[in-house]
């Protein structure tokens, strides 16, 4: 772990810009290198900046640079702000200080109406003088729910502030690995009698950490608050189908000088179910990591976490990674089930490249025993009625219709389910319809897929046929919108472009060239703190595509409006920044997204 990988710093707090005190909790050490945070509220203020930077008696300036959207960019600007009764979060960056004492001047300007306020600092070499504490702080006295989003200040015997932290995932802005709850906090060697953890109001709240206080911080080490902590974990491969077997990795480190000894366990969740994947007890040498793997053989699409706890004497620890599971090659792509005339019948779609071929699978568990085979990027009817009988209703059908009339299992009208077999029984699709999903909804009207590449278990990805005929057997869906998935003029498409959580999802979409690109999505408030992160690598791990034309791929993401920690956003301002190694060249790309309620 690098050591400069940390925020601590300064907290800020202005009751009010028009006339009011600036008070400044500072510690009286900050180390010669690092991150360190500035946090400013304020009310009445309709636009204004605040600046901040660290100068020594001489008048020359430290601060090098500052995190912006675009990540660390050179100067001291603060970010700007256009809300009332708001809250900024800025971070700086201090690289090779000469130790010694500095002032730290904040300045808040809101139209002609400056305040300042100016503190004096000193800086210290952090092997000569300084030490780390970290470690992770929970919810709850088991310590099963890591706490983001919280300030956590170290105090020492006289309630002094030796230590602050921001619990939010910024270890990930200099190349760190996301750990909920983790702090990486660096300190004047000594000792530490206190830790106090405070919300965004600067409110106390109960947190909890495994070690108990008093903590002896000495010179040039780090003290650990955990007894073992999960480093990562590693998921292959990183696009996952329905079917798939997904290897599971978990580094597991023990920063102690001792060996501990413990339970692992790995294990997946979605909404609807959680399962163990494995348990192992396992010994962990002393200042090292140790390897856990797992297998899991996927059964269903969706969103899922794969989780790692591990148990010890002194308690547990646990991470967690979120992976998205899309259905395989084949999907159901329209059904009807309440016909006028004719019989139900349901179109599948074959995403592959690849022929596939039908005998053998299932649908809702009626086997497929005739020869049939859906070509490369091509449909095919299953039906209880023969092809003549819809071709007289829809006109010709263009694909090849399986009649499973003597064996067909009929459909409800309203509700239902659709499930897809491949061979080996492997579930390929499912779907659980409702007419109730579509006031529209009339009886004579087949249900269609809006876009096959998007999840299969969203009412928004269904609509009613607007067909005359009723239906599209074996041709392109009368609903399919493939406006909503390109753009000729943004590089980033956002549909909608004004977002209501509460009721809908935000589609994100873009066109790169290369296969195989590694994609950082994140989308940013107005102060510039980073509350989501989409995507981190190979978007194939947090996407869905289509190809598009002369070989180049669009690459779409769904996000339900919630931050890094659940909770769903509030009305305003966001930037969707986007940075994208396609091949050789780097883009980078940002655009503006309005939230409503």
């Known amino acids: 772990m690098k050591k400069n990988l940390w925020l601590g710093g300064i907290f800020l707090v202005s ?25 400013v509220s304020f009310k009445e203020m309709k636009e204004g900046e605040f600046c901040v930077w660290v100068y020594d008696k001489g008048g020359r300036c430290y601060i090098s640079k500052i995190w912006t959207q675009q990540g660390w960019k050179a100067g001291w600007n603060g970010y700007q702000r256009i809300e009332n009764d708001t809250v900024v979060w800025g971070y700086l960056k201090l690289y090779k200080m000469p130790k010694g004492e500095y002032y730290l001047s904040v300045k808040i300007k809101n139209k002609d109406t400056l305040q300042k306020k100016v503190e004096t ?67 004047k060697a000594g000792k530490i009698e206190k830790i106090e953890m405070q919300n965004e109001e600067g409110e106390k709240v109960k947190g909890y950490v495994m070690v ?33 077997t997904v290897r599971i990795k978990g580094f597991i480190c023990n ?63 646990r991470t967690e990674k979120k992976i998205l599971v899309g259905m395989g090659g084949v999907r159901i792509n329209e059904i009807m089930v309440s016909p006028k005339e004719g019989g139900e019948w349901v179109e599948l779609i074959n995403l592959k490249n690849e022929e596939i071929q039908m005998k053998g699978w299932e649908l809702n568990n009626v086997k497929i025993t005739q020869q049939r085979v859906i070509p490369p990027l091509g449909m ?42 491949d061979e080996q029984k492997v579930i390929q699709d499912i779907l659980i319809y ?67 959580p509460k009721v809908e999802k935000l589609y994100i979409s873009y066109t790169l060239e290369n296969t195989n690109p590694q994609v950082k999505l994140y989308i940013f408030d107005r102060c510039g703190r980073c509350i989501k992160r989409i995507v981190e690598g190979n978007p194939w791990e947090r996407g869905s595509c289509s190809i598009v034309e002369k070989g180049k791929i669009r690459w779409v993401h769904v996000w339900e409006g919630e931050d890094e920690w659940g909770r769903v956003i509030s009305p305003g301002i966001y930037i969707v920044y986007l940075e994208a190694k396609d091949g050789k060249t780097i883009v980078k790309e940002k655009t503006k997204l309005i939230v409503k309620r």
Do not use: A, H
């Open 15 to 39: 009751q009010s810009i028009c006339g009011g005190d600036i008070t400044l909790i500072t510690t009286p050490y900050l180390p010669d290198t690092g991150v360190f945070g500035v946090r």
């Open 212 to 244: 108990p206080l008093p903590w002896e911080v000495k010179v040039g080490k780090e003290f650990w608050v955990d007894p073992i902590y999960i480093e990562k974990i590693e998921i292959i491969p990183q696009k996952i189908e329905v079917g798939d």
């Open 434 to 500: 409702d007419v109730d999903w579509f006031p529209t909804y009339r009886k004579g009207n087949s249900l269609e897929r809006i876009n096959p590449t998007l999840l299969t278990q969203d009412e928004n990805n269904w609509s009613p046929s607007i067909s005359p005929l009723g239906g599209t057997p074996g041709r392109e869906n009368s609903v399919y919108k493939k406006e909503i998935y390109t753009s000729t003029q943004l590089p980033i498409s956002l549909v909608p472009k004004i977002f209501n």
């Open 255 to 317: 920063p102690k000088e001792k060996e501990e000894e413990g339970e692992v366990y790995i294990k997946y969740k979605n909404e609807q179910k959680e399962g163990r994947i494995k348990t192992e007890k396992l010994k962990f040498p002393p200042k090292s990591c140790t390897i856990v793997e797992g297998v899991w053989k996927v059964t269903g699409e969706g969103e899922y976490l794969i989780i790692i706890e591990v148990e010890v004497d002194k308690g547990k620890t």
């Open 380 to 421: 095919i009817i299953i039906s209880n009625s023969p092809k003549e009988v819809l071709s007289s209703l829809y006109e010709e059908i263009p694909v090849e219709v399986i009649n499973l009339e003597e064996e067909w299992k009929y459909l409800n009208d309203y509700k239902d389910t659709i499930i897809i077999k």
């Open 121 to 187: 600092i000193r800086i210290i070499k952090m092997k000569e003088e300084g030490g780390w504490v970290i470690g992770t702080v929970y919810k709850d006295k088991n310590f099963t729910t890591p706490y983001e989003g919280i300030n956590i200040l170290l105090k020492n015997k006289d309630e002094q502030v030796v230590g602050l932290y921001r619990s939010e995932d910024n270890l990930v802005e200099e190349g760190g690995e996301i750990i909920p709850g983790r702090f990486v906090i660096p300190v």
